[in-house]
């Protein structure tokens, strides 16, 4: 588990280097996805990995939103790049190389299951981000 969450970290962390993130703010973005992965791991044995999936993006957006507060930058440097580790980039991949190879069962449910990962991670967001509205709403 150890190993995962730090390369979980560094892939994070390099990821936003894509996107000309500040220097200061990587290691940041590292530990947005370190978290995110930790309860991914935490809970995929015991849930489905999407129930699992969305929690994780829940976390990683709550994170993120206390690292824009704090740092004072825009919340997307660091949510896109703590969605990294969780993004099933490898089962899209997957589907599609089925359908190429005319095996279309197995490509629909590894289709279905990434469409289903993806949706998870975008109501993760969306949700950490209106929690996070109504949470200052109620402290003002």
């Not at 560094?10 to 940041?28: D, E, G, V, W």
Request: net charge positive; glycine share 8%.
């Amino acid at each position: 588990m150890i190993v995962q969450l730090i390369t979980s970290f560094i892939a994070s962390a390099t990821f936003c280097i894509l996107f000309n993130t500040p220097k200061r703010m990587l290691f940041q973005c590292g530990l947005a996805g370190m978290l995110g992965w930790m309860v991914f791991l935490l809970l995929d044995p015991e849930w489905k990995s999407v129930v699992a999936t969305f929690f994780a993006t829940v976390v990683v957006g709550a994170v993120s939103q206390i690292f824009a507060r704090s740092f004072k930058t825009p919340v997307i440097i660091f949510s896109v790049g703590g969605i990294i580790p969780l993004v099933p980039g490898g089962l899209a991949y997957d589907a599609m190389r089925r359908f190429i190879e005319d095996d279309y069962n197995t490509a629909l449910e590894a289709a279905v299951q990434a469409f289903l990962l993806s949706g998870a991670i975008a109501t993760g967001l969306v949700l950490s981000e209106v929690l996070g509205q109504m949470f200052r709403r109620g402290r003002k």
